[in-house]
């Protein structure tokens, strides 16, 4: 089955840094890769996605990233804001498994003022 | 508005009790899915069903039972529980695989 990893655990940044997290998954079929954003105490919400035919993806201060031949997809964060701080989660789509995502075990971004 | 209600929000039960969790969802959507949340194993996939199929089970001890009598409603079944199992349990739904999953707001379980 598919086994995504995710790193850093933690992210602490300054207010308008960027903030990067990276992600690697084994699965070379894989072909769909969503994040999500869990602010505290709430339900997980995609944040921005991107599919195994396109190498980047932006949506205003959050972009993605895919490198099929590394089997790795990162988020990039620019400009962060005291409201980006929630766990980040990303995650990928098994070829084999008829539904099934697999997701990374988390990043806690923090964003200090 | 989520489009995905799950209730209870809090439920307490001792390891002998038999409860449900109940989700539904409003979007039109195929699949369904259960997943637990700890502080070990952040989003652990427990069921998948689609078009109330089931089609994934992923190694989940038999204490728990889902069932999913239409594509818009999803259940799981709790009985004999362990101090272990108490965590936040999400349901999320989606159109497929390669679509985003919307989730609810989770039941928070407590095994006393």
């Known amino acids: 089955g598919e086994n995504v990893e995710q790193h850093p655990s933690t992210l602490s940044v300054q207010e308008g840094d960027s903030a990067v997290i990276k992600c690697t998954y084994s699965?070379?079929?894989?072909?769909?890769f969503p994040w999500y954003k869990q602010e505290l105490g709430k339900r997980p919400q995609l944040i921005i996605d991107?599919?195994?035919?396109?190498g980047e993806k932006k949506d205003q201060r959050i972009a993605v990233t895919l490198n099929k031949t590394a089997k790795h997809f990162s988020l990039h964060i620019t400009e962060t804001q005291p409201e980006d701080s929630a766990v980040y989660f990303c995650?990928?789509?098994?070829?084999?498994?008829?539904?099934?995502?697999?997701f990374g075990t988390g990043t806690k971004l923090q964003v200090i003022p | 508005e989520t489009g995905v209600t799950q209730t209870p929000r809090h439920l307490v039960m001792g390891m002998t009790n038999k409860k449900s969790l109940k989700c539904e969802q409003h979007?039109?959507?195929?699949?369904m899915y259960w997943y637990k949340q700890s502080a070990k194993k952040p989003l652990e996939l427990m069921f998948v069903?689609?078009?109330?199929?089931?089609?994934e089970n992923n190694s989940v001890p038999s204490r728990f039972s889902p069932e999913c009598p239409n594509s818009s409603h999803l259940f799981l079944h709790l009985h004999t529980l362990q101090p272990e199992d108490s965590a936040l349990y999400l349901c999320?739904?989606?159109?497929?695989?390669?679509?985003?999953?919307?989730f609810g707001d989770g039941t928070r379980l407590s095994i006393l």
């Open positions: 999320a739904s989606s159109r497929g695989g390669d679509q985003p999953q919307h």
């Open positions: 699965d070379s079929a894989s072909n769909y």
């Open positions: 991107i599919r195994s035919n396109v």
């Open positions: 995650a990928a789509r098994e070829s084999g498994g008829y539904q099934k995502v697999t």
């Open positions: 979007l039109g959507h195929n699949a």
């Open positions: 069903y689609n078009f109330k199929e089931q089609t």
